[in-house]
Nanobody
Framework: QVQLVESGGGLVQAGDSLRLSCAAS????????MGWFRQAPGKERAFVAS????????LYKDSVKGRFTGSGTNEKNVMYLQMNRLKSDDTAVYYC???????????????????WGQGTQVTVSS
């Protein structure tokens, strides 16, 4: 089992920054990937960014490239998402996710991730 707890969400204005944290515990050494998804009201949960632990490579959703930066610890127990130049379109519940399943490419859909946090709300006012 892997437990994930997100923090760092809040209400900000457009152009501001936030840093989300995901604290992982349990069988974290068994995870291959850890990432962030978000779900806006009335929309499906969507990929934001994910790290492949073995290489440290992070894949980003196109619309956040250059604004969001992910990072993680070597122990695989914390992942961060630094979000700069926030826009109203970034408003959503942000979820941390991890998977103990191996994939040849970084998974960008919901199904491959078998562990999820409870989510943290990010609201960007324009």
């Amino acid at each position: 089992q892997v437990q994930l707890v997100e923090s760092g969400g809040g209400l900000v204005q457009a152009g501001d920054s936030l840093r989300l944290s995901c604290a992982a515990s349990g069988r974290t050494p068994s995870t291959y990937f850890m990432g962030w998804f978000r779900q806006a009201p009335g929309k499906e949960r969507a990929f934001v960014a994910s790290i492949r632990w073995s290489t440290g490579i992070i894949l980003y959703k196109d619309s956040v490239k250059g604004r969001f930066t992910g990072s993680g610890t070597n122990e695989k127990n914390v992942m961060y998402l630094q979000m700069n130049r926030l826009k109203s379109d970034d408003t959503a519940v942000y979820y941390c996710a991890a998977t103990t399943n191996y994939y040849s490419t970084i998974p960008t859909s919901v199904d491959p991730y078998n562990y999820w946090g409870q989510g943290t709300q990010v609201t960007v006012s324009s």
